[in-house]
């Protein structure tokens, strides 16, 4: 049912501009077939300015409802966006100031070691230390060792570094 709901705006706009162009024909029509101004005037009054003003409400439908399309196409498209960055384990909303205060703060110092025998938690593209807070409550990390990430390619986390 919503989806025959969608299109009711520009539906509708589109019906009120027709209706208006027919009232501009007849109050035209009505008007042409009077020599005196006098006897125009009321035709040119019921069918000239009703019409325009159905001719504007349709078109101002029509605009309406193409910026709600627009919207919810964008809309659609950011939660799309948003899912596949939740997917591949995107940056959490404090992770970009997170590192600005200093790397030394608690990330480094139990995976300081270069032993290809340490656990690491390996994200999408990076590896971190088990207590890094990019990686805090995240289901997408793997448990795996150092010389492992390695092997995959994946890099050493810019906040905690792991190695």
């Known amino acids: 049912m919503k989806l025959r709901w969608d299109k009711f705006g520009g539906q509708l706009g589109i019906g009120y501009c027709v209706a208006g162009i027919v009232l501009i024909f007849l109050g035209w029509n009505g008007a042409a077939s009077y020599d005196r101004v006098q006897a125009q005037i009321p035709y040119l009054i019921s069918g000239g300015v009703a019409g325009l003003a159905l001719v504007v409400l349709g078109a101002g439908l029509i605009i309406a409802q193409g910026q709600r399309a627009d919207r919810a196409a964008l809309t659609a498209e950011l939660a799309e966006l948003r899912e596949a960055l939740t997917r ?13 205060g200093g790397s030394g703060g608690g990330g480094g110092g139990g995976l300081a070691a270069t032993s290809a025998d340490d656990e690491v938690l390996a994200g999408p593209s990076a590896f971190h230390t088990p207590g890094c807070r990019l990686v805090e409550g995240q289901a997408s990390v793997i448990a795996m060792t150092l010389g492992a990430a390695r092997e995959r390619g994946l890099t050493a986390c810019r906040i905690c570094s792991p190695a």
């Open 88 to 100: 591949m384990g995107g940056v959490p909303d404090g992770a970009a100031t997170a590192g600005t």
